[in-house]
């Protein structure tokens, strides 16, 4: 029996030494770099202007100018009731329902945020694109009001249950575009493009959260950008621009590759998530034991502050974010013996080193734009190449340089996120386009 004595006292010691680091683990707290990092993550936006997000809530409908802010204020009051009122997914819907849905199917679907291929698909099918455009004329007027907007601050409560804004909405104007420029009304289309670039690249580099941040500036680049590309092939090299895309398509400054301003709120985001999932928290008799509220947000904050950029020189060197340092194993981390949930939750932090990383893309991919726009107003001394090589300073990377494609029919520059390809391109011009011997 002395065997079993022997046995009940290692258990018994080890149960000790588990209570005791667990002890440690909850009262240490978070750490002074995980403060910092919640200090930097909950200081406030210090967006200017008007803010879209009532305006884009409401898209949908055809709620009146003078109506937006009270009816989203009206919403935003019933969802935070609702939510409270039930554990479950709460009965909701929006005022604004009672004014006429705008939105119109077709015989075609609209082009979506892809800009590179609508002037194609509306030229093979234009009665029917047409058509639509015209059905859903009140829901793109309404989008292409947003011009009229600064920046994107969330209103929602950040509640897992709660429904998303109609941001999908947003891309209906590319498919105007393309019918317009297509109909004939080229430097029409053209300067709608450039304003409708520019609202999207202010709104995304002034959003507080990823999702608006992201769609954003997938329709700066992507959907605008893209169709615009398109059309400068087919307008004459003497076609003068319309002055809305001087400013869409201005160099990017440092600031336009930072994620800061999502990135905070993300955190409240991700809080908000967890607080409203039942199962993370004390639903359950022993939930308490492996999740702390406050230590899983310092430790989230600390890895988005890693990929949050602080100063424009950070941005302006265009280096690749990548993780410092190795990251130790969940069982080898003292925070996480009292927290293990949250350790799990969070995972490997690379993913928000890819949001940095696109956000540095997103810029190379502006520098791009303005590069094909700057071309065009340069004379042919040289190879395209050569050309290049003279682009003005705010235009071109210290770190990855715009290059010709290898069948010279587009100009690119490579990522630093590579999931969606390892370079971004545009076509060029047929006035641009070299022959194979002057490229030699």
Known sequence: MRWLKRLGLGCLVLAVVVALLWTVSRLRGPTPAQRA???????????????AFDAIWVLRYDVPETEISAVADTDMQAMRQALGASAGIPSFTSAAARYPDLQRTGAVRHCSSGGADCL??????????????????????????????????????????????????????????????????????????????????????????????????SLTTNGYGALLASMFAELP????????????????????????????????????LTSSSHEAYMQAAWNWLFFEPEQFRALLAEQMAAACAKDAGTLQRDMPFVASGEVLPIWQRLECVANIDSCLLIGDHSVYLGYSNRALDHRARLQLLAALVWLRGQPDDGTLEERLARLPQDLRSPARDITVTGDGQSIEIAQYDTSRGATWSLPLPPYLVESPAAAD
Not at 43 to 51: H, K, S, T
């Open 120 to 217: 194609s698909k509306v030229s093979a099918a234009y009665d029917d694109y047409a058509a639509l455009v015209e059905a859903n004329a009140r829901l793109i007027e309404r989008v292409d009001a947003l011009a009229a907007y600064d920046h994107h601050a969330w209103r929602l409560p950040y509640d897992q249950r709660a429904p998303l804004p109609p941001l999908t909405l947003l891309s209906w104007p590319v498919t105007s575009r393309a019918v317009e420029f297509v109909r004939g009304d080229r430097l029409s289309a053209v300067d709608a493009t450039c304003r409708n670039l520019a609202a999207m690249r202010r709104i995304g580099a002034s959003s507080d959260t990823l999702i608006v941040h992201n769609l954003a500036r």
């Open 237 to 272: 090299r003497d076609a003068v621009l319309p002055p809305s895309c001087e400013l869409a398509l201005a160099a990017p400054a440092a600031q336009e590759a930072s994620v800061c301003p999502p990135m905070k709120g993300e955190l409240a985001w991700a809080t908000g």
């Open 37 to 51: 990092a919640l200090a930097q993550l909950e200081a406030p936006n210090a967006f200017e202007g008007r803010n």
